[in-house]
């Protein structure tokens, strides 16, 4: 399977807790979107990434949360000191570059609950 | 900036039925391109249909077609022959294809659509 692959599925953390949250783009593709989804909310952009560059993060809250897409490996978006709001869904997409092509695709999320 | 307006927090539908679920847009950009997605209980997005705006023809993706009218702003999704594993949220997205951010989608609020045995 080519697709977005997303982990953990779940994640369960504590307030003040850091939550790690990964995405490994379909094959070929070096452009990553990380966006959230809050609970009966439909997705919001949070952050676009290229290899080893921040190109927007317009959408991400100003503090704890960072995203990086390394040069190797798959892109990670962090989050510090987790508090109860930030529990919903982070989804992940990607693509071969930033022209309009069709499609976005995304993974199967990563469902964050603090407790 | 770009607003997606769904209407319809909940539909219900006789399975084998058609079903239209409603989807209005608004944008200033020339060009954009209009999403849906399905999104089971399950929770994963899957990608159903895409629209673009100077597409001559409406899509269509096996039992999902996509009923644009640009004029009016609406891309009305419309499911046919409606089966018990449609039973999901769906949500309505666009993008704005000029500019320096036309890699972001808006999404709509979404709306639950119940195929009823």
């Known amino acids: 399977n080519a697709g977005v692959m997303q982990n953990p599925r779940h994640l369960v953390r504590r307030r003040g807790q850091e939550a790690r949250l990964r995405c490994s783009p379909m094959?070929?593709?070096?452009?990553v979107y990380w966006y959230r989804q809050l609970p009966e909310e439909g997705l919001k952009f949070m952050v676009y990434l290229q290899k080893e560059n921040i190109i927007d993060e317009s959408g991400m809250p100003k503090e704890r949360f960072s995203a990086e897409f390394p040069k190797e490996g798959p892109s990670i978006l962090r989050i510090q000191q987790v508090v109860r709001g930030d529990s919903a869904a982070y989804f992940c997409?990607?693509?071969?570059?930033?022209?309009?092509?069709?499609?976005?695709?995304f993974g199967e999320g990563s469902r964050l609950t603090v407790l | 900036a770009q607003k997606i307006t769904q209407t319809q927090p909940g539909m219900f539908v006789q399975e084998k039925e058609a079903v239209t679920l409603d989807c209005t847009y608004d944008?200033?950009?020339?060009?954009?391109?209009l999403f849906w997605y399905k999104q089971p209980s399950s929770g994963e997005m899957i990608f159903l249909i895409y629209?673009?705006?100077?597409?001559?023809q409406n899509a269509t993706e096996g039992r999902y077609s996509l009923n644009f009218q640009k004029a009016r702003k609406s891309a009305n999704l419309v499911i046919s022959a409606s089966q018990l594993g449609d039973s999901a949220m769906y949500f309505c997205?666009?993008?704005?294809?000029?500019?320096?951010?036309?890699?972001?989608?808006?999404f709509g609020k979404g709306t639950l659509l119940t195929v009823n045995p």
């Open positions: 997205a666009m993008r704005g294809n000029s500019g320096g951010s036309n890699y972001k989608l808006t």
């Open positions: 997409a990607s693509s071969p570059s930033q022209r309009n092509t069709g499609e976005l695709f």
């Open positions: 094959k070929g593709h070096s452009h």
């Open positions: 944008t200033s950009d020339p060009s954009y391109g």
């Open positions: 629209q673009g705006s100077y597409d001559q």
